[in-house]
Structure formats: C-alpha cells, structure tokens
C-alpha cells in the first residue's frame, strides 16, 4: 500500500522555522513529483511548493518565495519543506502529495496542480502564534 507520512509541524513563534518532512511507504519517490499543500479549517486547500522527481526543478507559491525551501533526498525517500520567517496566518495543516506525470509537457504544465497529486498524506499541523 501506497503511503505518505507528513512529520515536522508543531508550535513556533512568528518570525520561527520549521522543517517539515514527508515519507514514503510502499513506494520508491524516485520517480515522483512532490507537492506541499496547505489548509485552514474552512478555507480552500492551496498549493505551497512542489518538486520535480529528479529535484532538479521546483516551484513555490508567491507567499512563500524566499522564506520556504523544499528540497528532497531520494536516498532517504524523503522530501522536506524548509519553511522560515512563518506568519501566525500560515497556521495550517500541511500536506504532501505524490504524482507521475507521463510526459514532460504534462509535468511543466501541471506540475504544482493539487488536483494531479494522486497520493495524499493526513497532514501535519503548524501553528504560528506568540
């Protein structure tokens, strides 16, 4: 069975960092392309950052460009969400997600498309408060 475990969320102070990771089972990331989402309870689910299989191309969403990195080490079968600088309004349950894409054009096109990701993890909660 296909699985992903999110880890790394808790509590932090504005301005703090946290390193979130996300860990496969039943599966090689290899071949992947890994996607950070995030959610707030009654909000919409929003794309974070998202990774190529090779690590070699990522993508972030403007809230987040230059204070999150996301990097993966596929030794490990490990992708992690470097998040720095985090905003109480980043309090939000985090989730990643893993999809293949069947041809280059189809991964440039929809590479940070939540509704691709075909593997989802249960999430893990960061809260950002003083």
């Known amino acids: 069975q296909l699985q992903l475990v999110e880890s790394g969320g808790g509590l932090v102070q504005p301005g703090g960092s946290l390193r979130l990771s996300c860990s496969a089972s039943?599966?090689?990331?290899?071949?992947?392309?890994i996607g950070w989402f995030r959610q707030a309870p009654g909000k919409e689910r929003e794309g974070v950052s998202c990774i190529s299989s090779s690590g070699g191309s990522t993508n972030y969403a403007d809230s987040v460009k230059g204070r999150f990195t996301i990097s993966r080490d596929n030794a490990k079968n490990t992708v992690y969400l470097q998040m720095n600088s985090l905003k109480p309004e980043e309090k939000d349950i985090y989730f990643c997600?893993?999809?293949?894409?069947?041809?280059?054009?189809?991964?440039?096109?929809?590479?940070?498309?939540?509704?691709?990701?075909?593997?989802w993890g249960q999430g893990t909660q960061v809260t950002v408060s003083s």
């Open positions: 997600a893993a999809t293949r894409f069947r041809t280059t054009v189809q991964a440039i096109q929809a590479m940070c498309d939540m509704k691709a990701y075909d593997y």
């Open positions: 039943g599966f090689t990331l290899d071949y992947y392309y």
